[in-house]
């Protein structure tokens, strides 16, 4: 039985109901008038349901896919801005106990070289992240109670923001590990993290059982139920996704949102962000084996069919996918993207070549965070490494209302183009920095609150004179 406020995975999730879902969608493909209706709905900004925004997906009408792109670009626009976010993933341990057929983790994969990083290695990874100015990380590990236990994050996350080097700081962390305890989640809103994401893989219970034969991950309750005890433990903000290419894209669409619906019902908030990752190729792992791949459209559409149905809701898009893909995804609603990323542990800090074989998956962008920071400003965004939302404690609820209220444009725009400058000045080269600064003098005046303004254009200055982190 479908209930949203379930707290039991197969209720709130419901595989009857997303067939059902899945069925009405069908029906409706090409009901014009029933299609300019949900559109007419999601022009109101508040969002549309999982069975709304899955008759979108279905659409195979050109003109209403065409006005759901314009839409889905509109609404980023308003809720965003220019702003892209920027972060870099951290790899700490690829040990790993579970059976994750996709993943080159997994325990029975004899030839990746596994590794866990020491404190001081994370202190090398860490400097090295900051040189390249990074200020937001994900922290990455697998699955091993014995080798990589809660401590262990724990004890990283208190060296990642102890480390101050020349002018860098890594101000929020977010964390990527396997579902845990309630008194784990605490243990991690102690130590001060950002989101805690964790990715679903797949919502249809009987693919996610036999894409997950062994190891703790093998419990779909326990996985699919694991954002309600982050959230019992009082982390504010997490990040769901699937991982696109293991079970039909729908039905993973529809189990997505329905996630976020029950977020939203039971908790008072839904995600803080979505991530949409596609399977890659890796080490041991060929995902031509997997055959519910998308293609580069289909995956565009569930991007702009997402933003237009949770328009709150930060977007994520790693370097599994090319500058191309990216370029594209960022104009249907992504609000965050990764740069410079390394995916094996200890990458950043190591002379030669990544490692292929200790990578988690292939990159697709190999662009330096700089490359991307000037493609970005070329294109017309503003590269933003706030992190003042999560520090002034405006997680979860408060960070929605202010979301909510339209006053974000006061608040994030002049953060950004502080946190941006402080880039340009420490990090950037001199092509971006020149690009960088014409870009500033121009969104500074887009600031609408003329206050705002003044105090954006003094911490300017500031900045340009030696002064660091300024917040609104
Ligand atoms: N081990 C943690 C867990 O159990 O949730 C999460 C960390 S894992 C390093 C991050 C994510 O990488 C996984 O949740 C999965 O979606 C994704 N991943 C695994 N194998 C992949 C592959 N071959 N291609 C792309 N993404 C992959």
């Keep these: 039985m479908y209930d949203k406020y379930s ?19 069908d029906e409706n493909k090409s009901n014009r ?33 065409d006005e759901i792109f314009r839409l889905a670009g509109e ?13 870099a993933p951290l790899y700490l341990s690829n040990y790993c106990v579970n059976g994750c057929v996709y993943c080159p983790y997994h325990a029975k994969n004899k030839h990746i070289a596994r ?43 208190k060296t ?8 860098g700081a890594i101000r929020r962390v977010n964390v990527n590990i396997a579902a845990t305890t309630v008194e784990n989640y ?34 779909y309750n326990y996985h699919t139920e694991a954002m309600d005890r982050a959230m019992e433990g009082g982390i504010d903000d997490v990040g769901c996704g699937v991982l696109f290419g293991l079970e039909l894209y729908r039905y993973e669409f529809a189990g997505l949102l329905k996630h976020a619906e029950h977020l939203e019902a039971v908790h008072g908030v839904g995600p803080h962000t979505i991530s949409v990752p596609r399977i890659k190729h890796a080490d041991d792992i060929d995902p031509s084996v997997f055959d519910n791949g998308i293609d580069d459209e289909t995956f565009l559409k569930i991007i702009a069919c997402i933003r237009v149905a949770v328009p709150y809701t930060g977007m994520i898009i790693s370097t599994r996918e090319n500058k191309n893909v990216r370029e594209r995804a960022l104009k249907a609603g992504i ?11 200890g990458g950043y800090a190591e002379e030669e070549e990544e490692d292929e074989n200790s990578s988690q998956f292939d990159v697709s962008d190999n662009r330096t965070l ?79 609150n003329p206050r705002t303004r003044e105090f954006a254009e003094r911490h300017l200055e500031e900045i340009g004179n030696g002064e660091r982190d300024f917040r609104f």
């Design 370 to 448: 700089d490359e991307v920071v000037k493609w970005l400003i070329d294109l017309g965004y503003v590269p933003s490494f706030c992190t003042a939302c999560y520090r002034e404690g405006r997680t979860g609820d408060r960070f929605m209302s202010l979301c909510k209220s339209g006053q974000i444009q006061n608040c994030c725009l002049p953060n950004a183009l502080m946190t941006l400058k402080e880039y340009l000045m420490d990090y950037a080269s001199p092509e971006t920095r020149k690009a960088g600064e014409e870009l500033i003098m121009r969104e500074v005046d887009d600031i609408p």
């Design 160 to 167: 990642i923001y102890s480390i101050k080097h020349k002018n």
């Design 7 to 25: 707290m039991v995975a197969d209720e709130f999730i419901s595989d009857d109901e997303i067939n059902e879902t899945l069925k009405y969608a």
């Design 75 to 87: 609404i980023k626009k308003d809720f965003y801005g220019d702003r892209i976010v920027m972060f």
């Design 115 to 157: 590794k866990k990083l020491t404190q001081d290695e994370i202190r090398a990874e860490v400097i090295a992240l900051q040189d390249m100015g990074h200020k937001r990380l994900a922290l990455e590990t697998g699955e091993d109670p014995v080798n990589c236990p809660i401590e262990y994050v724990l004890e990283s996350i």
């Design 186 to 219: 605490r243990k991690l809103k102690e130590a001060g993290i950002g989101t805690y994401i964790l990715f679903q893989e797949t919502y249809h219970k009987k693919s996610y059982l036999q894409l997950h034969p062994t190891g703790p991950k093998h419990d």
């Design 335 to 345: 609000s965050q993207i990764s740069g410079g990323s390394r995916t094996s542990v």
């Design 33 to 65: 008038e029933l299609l300019s209706a949900i559109l007419d709905k999601a022009r109101k900004r508040k969002g549309l349901d999982h069975r709304e925004a899955s008759v979108l997906l279905a659409c195979d009408l050109p003109d209403i896919n």
